[in-house]
């Protein structure tokens, strides 16, 4: 009898943790309900694993704990000026990871090292399988738009693409530091690994993804410059660390003077159709899609006639994503070259047809569907739109910038924050105050999890929260862990476009690994930077 509650005792201690975590990690990419509950079976575990009295000493001494689940007890705080309930209760559950994720990690049994390295491939191989099934689920749907990408993905995109980015740098980091269990796969399968994760973050179009990948890499570049120890790639180092901060540079640059090259400069006003009708012309107006004018050339009374007789959604219906068809049509026309007339609508392909009423309002959307390239443009089309006109409705980076300018001004206000639950309210007011343009069905809350610390605790409130987070790291002695850097910096540069640590799956992934780091790193993990940099010295 006693062997056999050893054997339960040994199995609790030794084994479940471990498939816990590993659930947790199958989560992120694949189930939001199930990160909320593994993370609840974590937190139970803690109850059953170990002496009681253990338990009680290391929740008085582990001050990174304390650290962590202190951010949770700062919402908690933020409650008592709460004036909406539901919203505040809202805020708690969603934040409650800060204190059940760390509890999880730091009261159950060490888990070996043996362990740890694997549970860091099954998270790659995770989040590998759930970009090939989301391929697969595109390749298989019946149309492809620009969202297809993100809605296929199981979890949200932006979250999805940082989990991407983190996979890709745990791959690389386990190979050139020999790492066990990834670290053995060889070198050229594992490039090939990283090659269809680098593709796949390209094809989803994530732009935070991007420039997470963007400043983590360099970092990554810095970092390799002093730890390879091979003289040919010593010799590059340089050249590499140069291609990799410029190449994005002038990528983004050549997409921009793609869309402010003119070529239809010169123009008259007094032409007119082939069936002799006036064009309308807004002479003055700027606005271009891939160096036309969309306001020029436009005979409403054509294109109506024409449009109505080859589509059974009218000209003035609203297309797939909402957008009146008169205006997709406009742009669309404009990027292929063709005038606003009977002659243009009738140069349209039946594709074409179908790309309008789909809500695509350019061709490259189309021709570049698998590149980076239409992403960018989108960008700077918005940003041009919002600099010339100052209406920012139905463009995700302008309306970003209204969100921030409401939330600066809540913060001017409001030195010690709003507390929590109270947005909705302080945010409304704030739109109304700034005399912003933003229709009211596209308001929001701050898309900057900075912006959105300060407005809630204010500006002390938000250098606690950063300084317990450091804090935590320190206490453990994890600031030399390679991966708890990159963890910071790709989550640290992802804030700024969003708010990824009050998101569902967001702040799990921050906490899954950032606990799993500070209580269960492997020794040749917690001094992968300090010990190579050491042997480089030598």
Known sequence: MRDRKGQIIHFVNNYLPFFSIAVLLFSLPFSESGLSIFTGVLFLLVAFTGNFNDKVSLIRNDKSFWALSGIFFIYLFGCIFCNDISTGLYELKKNIFWFLIPAGFAFIPKIDEKKVWYLLCLFVSFVTAATVITTIKIIFSESFNLSDVRDASYVSHIAFSLQIVFSIFILIVSVVLKFPV??????????????????????????????????????????????????????????????????PILYVGWVACNFYIVKDNESDFSKTTLSGNKYSFKENDNQLENGYHVNWYICNKELEKEWNLRSCEKIYDKDATGYPIYDTLIRYMTSKGLRKDSAGVAALTDADIKNVRAGISNIIFVKKKYSIYPRIYQTIWEVDRYYHTGNPNNQSLSQRIEFSKAAWHIIKNNFWGIGTGNYPVFFDKAYVQINTQLKEGFRSKVHNQYLSYMVKFGLPGFIVIILLIFFSIKWKKQYNNIFVIMLLIIVGISNFGDTTLEMHVGLPFFLVFLSLFLWHSPALLSNSIQRHQGKNKG
């Open 182 to 247: 990834l670290g053995k796969i060889n070198k050229w399968l594992i490039a090939l690994w990283c090659l269809w994760l680098l593709v796949f973050l390209g094809f989803q179009k994530s732009l935070i993804g991007g420039v997470s990948l963007y400043f983590a890499g360099i970092y990554f570049l810095f970092w390799m410059s002093r730890t390879v120890r091979s003289q040919f790639l010593k010799r590059i180092k340089w050249p590499m660390l140069l291609f990799f901060v410029f190449l």
